[in-house]
């Protein structure tokens, strides 16, 4: 099993409508989580981190199940602008090495 | 907002020769890293740098590999011998390396293109 999984998508939606990733993650020693956001040949770029309680910055939203090790973004009133590919990282107890989903790429349509 | 810097933004060579690539971590910051990412695939870890050795490395990072700080800003990542398949983007990043502030800051990235 992969350390850190994703839907590769692509996920096409509408402007406007709310669209949801989740991100699966093998070691229960997990202890932080976070979501970036990557945009054609660009670097990843910090979207949020994942608390256990769960965080929200705008239309944005995240969430962490431990219980049932998975993380989800979800995204309320899509633009275009959000059309990227969103990847999950991981670090794991013990170390300051961040792991990488292969991203779920959106595209969001006019 | 503080930024990681790349040079350069391109880089073509030669399969078989050495290249170095370069980056200016965000000055506060204490944990480096270099990532790389093969067209299509995904970030894949290399290695990670704390007080001025080797944290953690990754299978991919080999004997062809190694990183440097030469001085108190420069983090370089050396390839001796390059082959076709070291063809990706590599990036940069870094965090301040406190368990309260964990958030990875990446560089631009330099393409890397092995003929």
């Known amino acids: 099993r992969k350390e850190v999984e994703q839907d590769p998508g692509p996920f096409n939606v509408p402007e406007g409508a709310t669209v949801a990733f989740n991100c699966t993650y093998s070691?229960?020693?997990?202890?932080?989580f976070f979501w970036y956001r990557q945009d054609c040949r660009k670097e990843p770029k910090l979207l949020m981190s994942?608390?256990?309680s769960g965080n929200e910055d705008g239309r944005f939203t995240a969430q962490l199940n431990r219980a049932s090790q998975y993380i989800s973004l979800l995204i309320r009133d899509s633009k275009l602008s959000d059309s990227a590919t969103y990847l999950c990282?991981?670090?794991?107890?013990?170390?300051?090495?961040?792991?990488f989903g292969t991203g779920t790429r959106l595209k969001v349509l006019a | 907002e503080p930024e990681v810097t790349q040079t350069p933004s391109h880089q073509v060579t030669q399969m078989g020769q050495e290249v170095i690539l370069r980056c200016v971590p965000i000055?506060?910051?204490?944990?480096f890293y270099w990532y790389r990412q093969i067209l299509g695939q995904k970030v894949e870890f290399l290695v990670s740098?704390?007080?001025?050795?080797?944290?953690?490395k990754s299978e991919i990072f080999d004997d062809q590999f190694s990183v440097e700080r030469p001085d108190g800003s420069n983090f370089t990542l050396k390839i001796r011998s390059t082959k076709l398949e070291d063809s990706a983007m590599y990036f940069c990043?870094?965090?301040?390396?406190?368990?309260?502030?964990?958030?990875?800051?990446f560089g631009s990235g330099t393409q890397l293109s092995v003929l």
């Open positions: 994942v608390y256990s």
């Open positions: 990043a870094s965090i301040v390396g406190d368990l309260t502030n964990e958030k990875l800051f």
């Open positions: 990282a991981v670090i794991n107890s013990g170390t300051y090495k961040y792991i």
């Open positions: 070691n229960s020693a997990s202890q932080s």
């Open positions: 000055s506060n910051h204490l944990y």
């Open positions: 740098f704390y007080n001025n050795e080797i944290s953690e």
